[in-house]
């Protein structure tokens, strides 16, 4: 149940705004749809910087696709699929980018197995038309509806404490060290971007408290206005190993122009059948299976999560129009290919906006133009630095927090795989391996306490691919891929 307050419901929609979106019959308001969708858009503006930033690492020397392109790039595509999202499946559900999706284009297969970029976003767009026939013939749907509901609210809460992990990385509050994650650096909290994360946090969670609308917007924006501030008076660096307080993944200063013309040079430059030719038909098949499994059970626990936040799953913990979520989803895998971005995913960061008050399709579509003005305005998008929208992250985790109650802890069948499930996200760093832990732990225990029978086939089917998936390695080196 979300901690949103609802607004009165209305037995007549107030418009025709109102009545496509179903508005009020969500109990929201226009207004509560908009600052979601600017906050959803803020929370995920990085993915314009680091998509770039990875795989630029997979172009060679004098390409023609250049890292600007890509960012421009990335915008469009992530603009003109969260707007279908929020039409066709009146979600609050925002998509770009796969982070994680996007290592694999590069270090996998492009600097590991030696594909071009192209043929790598041949296979990108491969998979995505997989999974969309898997959506049109409702077999990823009926994977979803198979899945237990307390655990599917195990997985809502594993991804509240993996986003929250992934702010405080961002933001420089978790590091490696010594150990294997420390606060800050050597165990202190030091620099002037920390002072940012830690204002913005302090005004999100004094606003929230008081019952502020808008507290996350709020905060978000005002610490933005502090690291522009702090920048132009103190010229800090980026983050490096000889200047460990630098800014993370943006600095936040203006230089030049704040708009400028894209260059979509990203666009179409994939190759089909070159994967194929080039490493034989074995090895394609698993690296589009590892691709595909790390898709489509990221999704799944995404739109759980977005839906528990913002009260939308019915009594089985499904969203409304759940194929037409998955059908988009899917579709954006394939036209990341296509645009030479790396297969398009549903964020995470979605549960920031619904915790703003997002409740329907709206809010998306007001995050998916954001997008798309951000391919002219990249270089304001730039100015909101990774710990200022990391504030927002961490908030998130809180909210998502809640649902916890709604496990069964004193039933070790359910309780069991609930926890593994919500361990493994953070601890593995992969919402996919808390998924799957948790899929192979309660099929495991229901065998052992005699209770095969009541496994739903597909629960079966899915456990032995998420087996298959975590030996891929061991499986490729025996196959000599």
Do not use: C
Request: proline share 5%.
């Amino acid at each position: 149940m979300s901690t949103q307050e609802k607004a009165p419901t209305s037995a007549k929609p107030l418009n025709s705004l109102d009545a496509f979106f179903h508005i009020s019959e969500r109990g929201s308001t226009v207004g509560r749809e908009i600052r979601g969708g600017v906050v959803t858009f803020f929370a995920m503006a990085y993915i314009l910087v680091v998509n770039p930033l990875i795989l630029s690492a997979a172009l060679p020397e004098g390409s023609s696709i250049t890292a600007p392109g890509i960012a421009a790039g990335t915008a469009l595509v992530a603009g003109i699929m969260t707007i279908l999202m929020g039409v066709v499946a009146n979600y609050p559900l925002a998509l770009a980018a796969g982070m994680g999706l996007n290592a694999i284009v590069a270090f996998t297969l492009v600097l590991g197995a030696k594909l071009t970029f192209q043929e790598a976003m041949g296979l990108i767009f491969w998979e995505g038309i997989l999974i969309t026939v898997l959506v049109l013939t409702g077999f990823r749907e009926a994977v979803f509806r198979a899945v237990p509901y307390q655990l599917k609210t195990a997985i809502s809460v594993g991804i509240g404490l993996f986003v929250s992990l992934v702010g405080l990385i961002n933001a420089g509050i978790i590091r490696a060290g010594s150990t294997p994650v420390q606060l800050g650096i050597k165990g202190s909290l030091d620099g002037w971007p920390t002072l940012v994360f830690v204002f913005g946090l302090l005004v999100t969670i004094i606003l929230y408290v008081r019952k502020v609308k808008g507290a996350m917007l709020i905060g978000l924006l005002s610490s933005t206005v502090l690291a522009v501030i702090l920048q132009a008076i103190l010229h800090l660096p980026a983050k490096s190993e000889t200047t460990p307080t630098g800014w993370g993944q943006t600095i936040p200063s203006l230089s030049g122009s704040p708009i400028s013309i894209p260059s979509f040079n990203s666009l179409f430059q994939i190759d089909f059948i070159g994967a194929f030719s080039k490493l034989g038909a074995v090895s394609v098949v698993l690296l589009i299976f590892s691709l595909m499994l790390a898709d489509f059970f990221d999704t799944m626990g995404t739109m759980v999560a977005v839906g528990a936040e913002g009260d939308l799953l019915d009594n089985g913990g499904n969203p409304p129009h759940s194929s037409r979520i998955l059908l988009i989803d899917s579709l954006a895998a394939a036209a990341g290919g296509l645009g030479g971005v790396s297969s398009n995913t549903s964020y995470i960061e979605s549960t920031s906006g619904v915790g703003e008050g997002a409740r329907t399709g709206l809010a998306s579509v007001v995050t998916g133009v954001l997008f798309l003005l951000s391919t002219f305005l990249s270089p304001l998008v730039q100015l909101v630095p990774t710990e200022a929208a990391s504030t927002a992250l961490v908030f998130v985790g809180f909210l998502m927090m809640a649902q916890v109650l709604e496990v069964d802890w004193k039933d070790p069948e359910l309780a069991i795989p609930g926890f593994l499930t919500i361990a493994f996200m953070p601890f593995a760093y992969s919402i996919s391996a808390g998924i799957g832990v948790g899929f192979i732990a309660y099929t495991i225990i229901q065998i052992a306490v005699g209770k095969a029978r009541k496994i739903h086939p597909l629960m079966w089917l899915a456990s032995i691919l998420f087996v298959i998936y975590f030996l891929l390695g061991p499986i490729q080196a025996a196959l000599g891929a």
